[in-house]
């Protein structure tokens, strides 16, 4: 067989792509940009706090990939769409779109107040709607897109004193669900990452008690790390991954199977 010209390029590589990661100020979407940018991707950072996302920006800089800072708050339609139509104009392009932005206000239920239901629902359901709603025109026009939502284990298996927090994510899953047979004929992926427990500024302040009690549901006895999730997010986004749709990644230690 005759040798082919130039070597082909390494598995899971994101050289030339444009992805968006929401929720990247901090946490499992800082380290998700990070991991997309190291496998080659140029980034675009969308969050509310400023200052978080230049200080990661110019990390990313420095190992050589575009980047580009673009604080926004995702439950807002106009910032978002004024920060998809910013990438696609300066870039061009927009590959893959990870909604990761999320928040918690748990609270019993009969105690939760309206405005803690709302905001969550707002924030990790609404958010990703309008995110995927802005960038979806510019993927069908490409043929091509990743749209990898951050869903939870709490969406998969319910969290008494987080019913708004586990309808958002049951919720994201449907969505991708659907989204996914919607867009499929456009050559658009649409898969959610389902985590477990990770030790991040939304997990910090559980009480030492609770924190024992779920690292006792955790078959592999311990938390995840960040990286750990961003890998499979890498792995989503790549080219290798265009034969998977619908699908729920679950990354929990075996907390859920
Ligand atoms: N940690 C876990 O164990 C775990 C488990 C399962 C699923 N998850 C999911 O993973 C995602 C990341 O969680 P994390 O643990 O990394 O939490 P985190 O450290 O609290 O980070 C949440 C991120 O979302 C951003 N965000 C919140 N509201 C926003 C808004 N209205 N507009 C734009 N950005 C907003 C925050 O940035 P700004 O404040 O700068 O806006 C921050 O970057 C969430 O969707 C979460 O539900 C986490």
Redesign the pocket.
């Known amino acids: 067989m005759a040798e082919s010209a130039s070597p082909p390029a390494p598995m899971f590589s994101l050289r030339g792509c444009v992805a968006i990661v ?9 380290e998700t940009a990070r991991a997309l940018a190291e496998a080659g991707s140029d980034v675009a950072l ?4 400023a200052a ?2 230049e200080t990661l920006a110019e990390e990313i800089g420095q190992a050589g990939r575009r980047v580009l800072c673009l604080p ?4 807002r339609p106009e910032e978002i769409k004024a920060a998809i139509s910013r990438i696609a104009g300066d870039w061009g392009r927009i590959d893959v779109l990870v909604n ?5 206000r748990d609270g019993l239920v009969m105690r939760m107040k309206r405005e803690d239901w709302d905001s969550v629902l707002q ?2 359901l609404t ?1 990703a709607f309008l995110c995927t709603q802005a960038v979806l025109p510019v993927m069908i026009k490409a043929r091509y897109g990743r749209v990898i939502n ?5 969406g998969q298996m319910g969290g008494a004193g987080a019913v708004n ?1 586990s309808a958002s ?1 049951a919720g994201l899953i449907g969505f991708t669900k659907a989204l996914a047979r919607e867009v499929a004929s456009r050559n658009i992926t649409v898969n959610a990452v ?10 910090g302040e559980l009480p030492e008690n609770t924190l024992r009690q779920v690292l006792e549901t955790i078959p592999l006895g311990r ?2 790390a ?1 990286r750990e ?1 961003a890998a499979g997010v890498v792995y989503l986004a790549s080219r290798e991954a265009g034969y998977v749709t619908g699908h729920v990644l679950c990354i929990n230690g075996g907390m859920y199977m």
Request: charge should be positive.
């Open positions: 929401t929720g990247a100020s901090q946490g499992l979407g800082r969308v969050a509310r706090n978080r996302l926004a708050d995702v439950t990761n932005a999320g928040i918690t924030t990790n958010g951050m869903a939870s284990v709490m927090y994510k389902a985590p477990g427990f990770f030790d991040t500024a939304m997990t938390a995840g960040a999730v």
